[in-house]
């Protein structure tokens, strides 16, 4: 709990100025005012985060984190659970898709094990197990108060390490089957919203299990009542161990200073956890894309984001976000190389 307070006091607000003075910046350049569009946003969120950004190597990790999920005892998945400790080992050996996706921006992949209901033995994989997959959160909270609070301080361990090594521009992923149930959980508690609103197929779930999928969402709420306004309830009731440690990396992204894209639907999840715990926190977050997850849009919209990226992607595993990374560097591009109308001696009014 105290690594998990240490890095919530840490949390300010982006830095305004430095945001306004890099949109004035931005307005002159060689183009009319806007024309580039996103990439203009995301130039003056970053500027609001860190303008060393700018004259810095940029450096860029995907934390990959894996649990598994006792829901799924209820039959509410396609794919058996013990294909989550097959995927994390394949993620970590560079063979899934966020391994291609990031081999090709350039970027690191570090997995680590928070949640599998096996053991792994696989040295590309760190060993931080909370414990062996959560609970069924039907019959009970998903997990104690303390595990909620471990899974999101391993994120934080995680992303403060990494930023300890240079790596200043940083993104969320996950592995776990099961894990769209409670995503969908969290935001029909925080959204106040009925399950099927923000419950999809995740893995091609079948139509009759989708239908099980969404009352078992709201049996476990109903069961364990979750507060909307305590994100640690939320998280230990009806979340996922993988789900605490990426909101845990946002935090600590956003206590050091550091961007850190949010990939989709269960990556979401993971934000809204984050910004419950400190608003500020959504400052520091760069929406990647919009997950073709049914929830995703809907999850994204009670946030208050807007994805960038519509490529109708739904993999998970971080690769929407490995995806946006050239995205990101080219609007830090865009700012280094690009002239201004005032350099050129022409003034525009």
């Known amino acids: ?62 934390l990959v984190f894996a649990g598994d999920h006792g829901i799924c005892e209820e039959g509410i998945t396609s794919a058996p659970q013990p294909v989550t400790a097959l995927m994390t080992n394949f993620i970590a050996e560079g063979k899934s898709g966020v391994g291609a996706i990031s081999k090709q921006a350039g970027a690191t992949v570090l997995v680590t094990d928070v949640g599998v209901n096996a053991e792994l033995n696989n040295q590309k994989v760190r060993n931080k197990k909370v414990r062996y997959g959560t609970a069924n959160m039907t019959k009970g909270s998903a997990m104690t108060k303390d595990e909620a609070i471990k899974s999101l301080e391993v994120g934080i361990e995680i992303a403060n390490e990494m930023i300890d090594k240079g790596y200043n521009l940083l993104a969320t992923g996950e592995m776990g089957i099961g894990n769209t149930t409670p995503s969908s959980a969290i935001f029909s508690v925080f959204g106040n919203i009925s399950p099927e609103e923000v419950t999809g197929i995740g893995a091609n779930l079948a139509e009759d299990k989708l239908r099980k999928k969404s009352d078992v969402i709201r049996q476990a709420i109903e069961i364990n009542r979750p507060d909307p306004n305590d994100s640690l309830d939320v998280l230990m009731k009806v979340g996922g161990l993988e789900i605490g440690a990426m909101a845990g990396v946002m935090l600590a992204g956003a206590s050091r200073k550091v961007p850190v894209l949010i990939d989709g639907f269960i990556s979401s999840a993971a934000a809204a956890l984050a910004v419950k ?35 109708d992607m739904r993999l998970g595993e971080g690769s929407g976000a490995a995806l946006a990374f050239n995205i990101v560097e080219a609007a830090i591009s865009m700012y280094n190389e690009m002239g201004t109308y005032a350099q050129a001696g022409i003034e525009v009014v």
């Open 277 to 311: 715990f400190n608003p500020e926190v959504r400052g520091y977050l760069i929406c990647s894309h919009s997950s073709a997850e049914k929830g995703a849009l809907k999850g994204l919209e009670i946030m208050g984001f807007k994805p960038y990226l519509h490529m």
């Open 1 to 62: 709990m105290n690594l998990l307070n240490e890095t919530l006091t840490k949390i300010t607000e982006p830095n305004k100025l430095n945001m306004e003075d890099t949109q004035k910046y931005v307005d002159g350049l060689l183009k009319p005012v806007g024309s580039l569009g996103v990439l203009e946003d995301i130039a003056t969120q970053i500027a609001g985060i860190s303008k060393d950004i700018f004259s810095a190597e940029i450096k860029k990790a995907v």
